[in-house]
């Protein structure tokens, strides 16, 4: 598809509320802001079935709506999700830079982990204030809500906590890292600065990371689900559930192939596609 095609795609802003089921307003500030991003969430599931299968999904705006809006049985991972939410956005009236992240969950050394997570940076009309926002982060310390880009501030954002903070970078952009608050304490999620990227970016990076045979998308099922009562995942043939009052965590192991069909298509809303192999 041609360039100019990709940026002339209608968006149908009607079409993708009614996907997430969102009822409320449709003006650019922080309350629509927040309650889309959550509805989106809890709609849509997060996974990485296509590049299971080998291939790298189209991140093409008219794919997108096809797949994660008209779809309804089928989810996304970041590039997707954030790439239809950034135009969800961008009809509303809301100012979107896309970024590139790295995730530093478990990392002693930051610049170990290559930027392959999009996340966004939203800035309302008549706000000073940008919020991060980030509907494509599939983890249990992933944001809710949109949270401000402010420095050493504890964010509660439908109920999870997060904070911004600074670490020191190696260029001269600042570097500012996501932490989730996970039994009492803040771990880093990932890092990221403030520099632009554009579709062409992720178009390299979406194909590396859903087509290297050491990418762990590549290797195995990752899909998770949020509901207002429990984040569900499923990484390879287990099943792990979080509840969200609590944070009891219940796990248990797939037995076989049908199971795990059965639990993606029950559990997750979502309908593998036909001679995919899931459990390997």
Known sequence: MSDSARTTT??????????????GGR?????????VHLAHLRAVPFENLDALGGRAPSLDLADLTA????????????????????????????????????????????EDR?????????????DPQPYLADV?????????????LLADTEFHDAGRRHRL?????????????????????????????????EPSDYEVINWHIATNPRSPFARRPY?????????????????????????TVTERKLSDE????????EEFGIDAPEGLTLLR
């Open 10 to 23: 209608p968006f149908s802003l009607d079409a993708y509320f009614e996907r997430i089921g969102w009822e």
């Open 27 to 35: 003006r650019p500030d922080a309350a629509t802001l927040r309650g």
């Open 67 to 110: 797949k994660l809006v008209h779809g309804r049985r089928r989810g996304g991972y970041c590039y997707e999700h954030n790439t239809l939410f950034a135009a969800a956005l961008e009809a509303l009236g809301v100012r979107v830079t896309r970024l590139t992240a790295r995730v530093v969950v478990g990392a002693d050394r930051f």
């Open 114 to 126: 290559p930027r392959t997570h999009m996340a966004l940076l939203a800035e309302l009309p008549g």
């Open 136 to 148: 494509g982060f599939g983890a249990v310390g992933s944001l809710l809500e949109p949270v401000p």
């Open 165 to 197: 903070v600074h670490a020191p970078g190696r260029g001269p952009l600042e570097t500012w890292v996501l932490q989730a608050y996970t039994a009492g304490r803040p771990q880093a999620q990932y890092a990221f600065t403030l520099e632009p990227f």
């Open 223 to 247: 899909v998770q689900r949020l509901t207002p009562g429990a984040h569900l995942l499923l990484d390879g043939d287990r099943v792990t559930v979080t509840r969200t009052d609590d944070g």
């Open 258 to 265: 049908a199971q795990a069909r059965r639990v993606l298509a």
